[in-house]
């Protein structure tokens, strides 16, 4: 199966700003709905939010006001733009099809002072 291809993350300090970049195989992913999760190291991964083929969204509880997903002008990239980070949104973020991803390298994300 192809693979989704993470980019974007870094140290941050609290309150800061973030935008993920997700590459997604295929030419046109606006037909489905793709999605960025995280994982805490010794937890389970986590919905973040997604996006489907309509354009509607959903977020995860904890990151609803603060997070937005986006597709891109190119029609195969998604944008996770982060703002008002915490440190307990520290972990490693992926994204992947919705509602069965198959993990690939995913990006770190660090909130710390």
């Known amino acids: 199966q192809a693979q989704y291809v993470e980019s974007g993350g870094g140290l941050v300090q609290p309150g800061g700003s973030l935008r993920l970049s997700c590459l997604a195989p295929?030419?046109?992913?606006?037909?489905?709905?793709v999605a960025w999760y995280r994982q805490v190291l010794g937890k389970e991964h986590e919905l973040v939010a997604y996006?489907?083929?309509?354009?509607?969204?959903i977020y995860g509880d904890s990151v609803k006001g603060r997070f937005t997903i986006s597709r891109g002008i190119a029609m195969n990239m998604v944008y996770l733009q982060m703002n008002n980070l915490k440190p307990e949104d520290t972990a490693v973020y992926y994204c992947?099809?919705?509602?069965?991803?198959?993990w690939g390298q995913g990006t770190q994300v660090t909130v710390s002072s």
């Open positions: 992947g099809s919705y509602p069965a991803p198959t």
């Open positions: 295929g030419n046109n992913i606006t037909r489905y709905t």
């Open positions: 996006i489907n083929s309509n354009d509607y969204t």
